[in-house]
């Protein structure tokens, strides 16, 4: 399907599944009171709640979402174990985003309107929450979306539960040009994340002294990486910036390799490689190389160690823990205390009581707080290095906790970039 077909197919779908959520009728009231014709109606009449989780179970970003959801299985079943939320217990509904964002957007519908749920966790590519950010905005419907991106964006029916770019990408930036590195050359996946991230990473380079020596963009799934790599090493970049997702991580490095091109000659920084796909990618491909993220199964605290027992005691020794995931499990934590905060499943409410401040978690990732105003998270910056024992070791961390800044306001040399 080209291209532009595949455009036209989900503003078709988003359009219809929209229109159908406006003229839905036969729904449960739920909550005396918590529902109103214009907003999702949540169903609270007996002893459980339902929450949709929605990701990527098969296709080019199974290698990715399968182990997030399986984190939000994680948090359910121990929130469930400690009593539930407001005394129910929690019931989750999965669906499969199947990598297609068409999919991504009928499957929210289908969760609000059908399933009546209180909440939904997922999506992972921007493309996928592009595509269903209208369908949670015409239900007034709650989304939580645990994946760093590239910002610029706000809805007042998402949680960003991920980094956003200033805890992310710019940190990344700032650690390549600290160890002197004075040129980049970007590869990416052909959509939105990478061609938005790497616009802000060529406005931050332009304003840091820093060359932007090419850039090229593989289709989603894509396994065909020589010239993309031939270009690379022609370039004689100091850094190489990887916006690459999925598994075309796998075909790019085991390509980079085989050009001779090293971490120790010419190191790539990645933002969507965590623990996960370092194990399906072989560490004899990435050892040695930099990732930008805000949490790693090595990250020191109490919290962290909690978290990665709990995970490998349900799903096995040999499974990693990494960011998305974490951001997931924690994500749920958010929500069941804006919850409790209201005292009610009601969305407009949650909101209200997320708004109004407050609202932290003490995350395997450290501890995080709710930014009422953006939506985001308050989330500590950390680069890590590859080990040869497919575990990451973090070599730089911001301090504390930064300041979600989606719009970039903070920075200069952003201005016009939204």
């Given at each position: 399907?080209?291209?532009?077909l ?31 014709a ?19 179970l ?64 997922g ?13 949670f ?39 390549l ?10 590869v ?34 894509s ?55 370092v ?31 709990a ?27 804006m ?80």
């Amino acid at each position: 399907m080209s291209k532009i077909l595949r455009r036209r197919v989900a503003a078709v779908v988003v359009a219809a599944i929209t229109a159908a959520a406006l003229t839905a009728c036969g729904a449960k009231t739920g909550e005396t009171g918590s529902a109103s014709a214009a907003g999702a109606v949540v169903d609270t009449a007996g002893p459980t709640v339902k929450v949709g989780l929605l990701n990527s179970l098969s296709g080019t970003m199974a290698i990715s979402e399968v182990t997030v959801r399986d984190a939000l299985k994680l948090a359910i079943d121990e929130i469930n174990a400690a009593g539930g939320v407001l005394g129910k217990q929690i019931t989750p509904v999965s669906e499969d985003g199947a990598s297609d964002w068409p999919t991504f957007a009928e499957k929210s519908q289908k969760l609000i309107s059908q399933d009546k749920v209180a909440a939904i966790f997922g999506c992972w590519t921007s493309a996928s929450r592009k595509a269903v950010k209208p369908v949670f905005e015409k239900n007034k419907a709650l989304l939580f979306y645990p994946v760093q991106y590239e910002g610029l964006e706000q809805s007042p029916y998402i949680y960003y539960t991920g980094a956003t770019t200033n805890q992310q990408i710019v940190p990344g930036l700032d650690y390549l040009k600290a160890q002197g590195k004075t040129s980049v050359y970007l590869v990416g996946s052909d959509y939105v994340f990478p061609r938005t991230a790497n616009k802000i990473i060529k406005a931050y380079a332009a304003a840091n002294g820093m060359k932007v020596l090419g850039e090229d963009y593989a289709p989603l799934g894509s396994t065909e990486f020589s010239t993309i790599v031939n270009k690379v090493k022609a370039s004689g970049a100091s850094a190489v910036f990887n916006t690459l997702n999925g598994d075309s991580n796998v075909a790019f490095f085991k390509e980079y390799k085989s050009a001779g091109l090293t971490a120790d000659g010419m190191p790539v920084v990645s933002v969507s490689i965590a623990e996960e796909e370092v194990k399906s990618i072989g560490t004899q491909y990435l050892a040695g190389q930099l990732t930008a993220w805000n949490y790693y199964q090595t990250t020191p605290g109490a919290a962290n160690e909690k978290f990665v027992k709990a995970y490998k005691d349900k799903y096995g020794a040999d499974k990693p823990t990494s960011d998305p995931m974490e951001a997931a499990y924690t994500s749920v934590y958010l929500w069941k205390a804006m919850v409790e905060k209201a005292q009610s499943f009601e969305v407009e409410k949650v909101k209200a009581a997320s708004a109004a401040g407050g609202i932290t978690f003490d995350a395997p990732e450290g501890l995080v707080t709710v930014d009422g105003a953006t939506q985001h998270v308050f989330k500590t910056a950390r680069i890590g290095k590859i080990g040869d024992d497919g575990l990451i070791k973090e070599v730089w961390n911001s301090g504390e906790p930064i300041k979600p800044d989606p719009y970039l306001k903070s920075y200069s040399w952003a201005t016009g970039l939204s």
